[in-house]
């Protein structure tokens, strides 16, 4: 059974040059893009930081307090591809946040690593200090090379998710109906909450893409998946 890291090692061979993520932020105006190849690269210095910088192991916990963005999905694949468990709650030997949460996990960056990310365009460094411990996924990334191969890989049994498999997840993924294969998904639905999961792994495993979007504004999805040309969810076809 295939593995999160097999099956976007998949899509790399196929198409690596399509889109797989394109975010947006109706209350910004931030657009980014990300082809397989880029989005690739960036779960593999996240990889490398979460291992070789943080000392995380496989089997070990990642609790993903993100807002809906674009690096939501790259720390799932990273977390996934060092056979890391993805939980939205505590215990957790290890917290990536955002801006809003920092204050509340930064204390606890004596016990274990916390990494934050400042959600500025391009991934960029917290323009403040951030509280002692604290890791800047902006600083600390750049560092880490594109490439990443874990001296321990998860196999299809290890959880993805709590009582879910890898291999339980990719199936689900592949049997289901947000999208047809090679569809492409609006979603306005944090990808790293629970039910909002599949938003991004059903989109890659069907050789798909997912157009995600921040702070949705109703007056302008339909102008959004007019210009992204998306095949299913809210205002697609509008």
Same mark, same amino acid.
């Given at each position: 059974m295939p593995t999160f890291a097999s099956v976007l090692a998949d899509q790399l061979r196929r198409d690596p040059g399509r889109p797989l993520v394109t975010f947006y932020d109706h209350a910004t105006g931030e657009r980014v893009e990300l082809s397989v190849t880029t989005y690739a690269n960036w779960v593999a210095k996240v990889s490398g %930081?979460?291992?070789? $910088?943080?000392? =995380?192991?496989?089997?070990?916990?990642?609790?993903?307090? =993100?807002p809906t963005h674009w690096l939501g999905p790259v720390f799932l694949g990273a977390a996934w591809t060092t056979g890391l468990v993805v939980v939205d709650g505590e215990p957790a030997d290890a917290v990536v946040c955002g801006p809003a949460t920092v204050a509340e996990h930064g204390p606890t960056a004596g016990d274990r690593p916390v990494l934050a990310c400042s959600l500025l365009p391009l991934g960029v460094r917290f323009a403040d200090p951030l509280p002692p411990g604290v890791l800047d996924v902006?600083?600390?990334?750049?560092?880490?090379?594109?490439?990443?191969?874990?001296?321990?890989?998860?196999?299809?049994?290890?959880?993805?998710?709590? !009582?879910?498999?890898?291999?339980? %997840?990719?199936?689900?993924?592949? @049997?289901?109906?947000? =999208?047809?294969?090679? !569809?492409?998904?609006? @979603?306005? *639905?944090?990808?790293?909450? &629970?039910? !909002?999961?599949?938003?991004?792994?059903?989109? %890659?495993?069907?050789? !798909?893409?997912?157009? =995600?979007?921040?702070? &949705?504004?109703?007056?302008?999805?339909?102008? *959004?998946?007019?210009? $992204?040309?998306?095949?299913?969810?809210? @205002?697609?076809?509008?």
């Open positions: %930081l979460l291992v070789d $910088e943080c000392g =995380l192991e496989r089997g070990m916990r990642l609790r993903v307090d =993100l902006g600083v600390e990334v750049w560092g880490q090379p594109d490439a990443f191969a874990p001296w321990d890989p998860p196999t299809d049994d290890d959880e993805a998710l709590p !009582g879910t498999s890898q291999a339980q %997840l990719v199936a689900t993924a592949a @049997a289901g109906s947000l =999208l047809t294969d090679g !569809g492409r998904l609006l @979603a306005v *639905t944090n990808p790293t909450s &629970p039910s !909002g999961v599949v938003t991004f792994t059903e989109p %890659l495993v069907r050789g !798909g893409s997912v157009v =995600l979007v921040a702070h &949705p504004d109703p007056d302008r999805l339909a102008v *959004t998946a007019r210009d $992204e040309r998306v095949t299913a969810g809210p @205002a697609a076809g509008a």
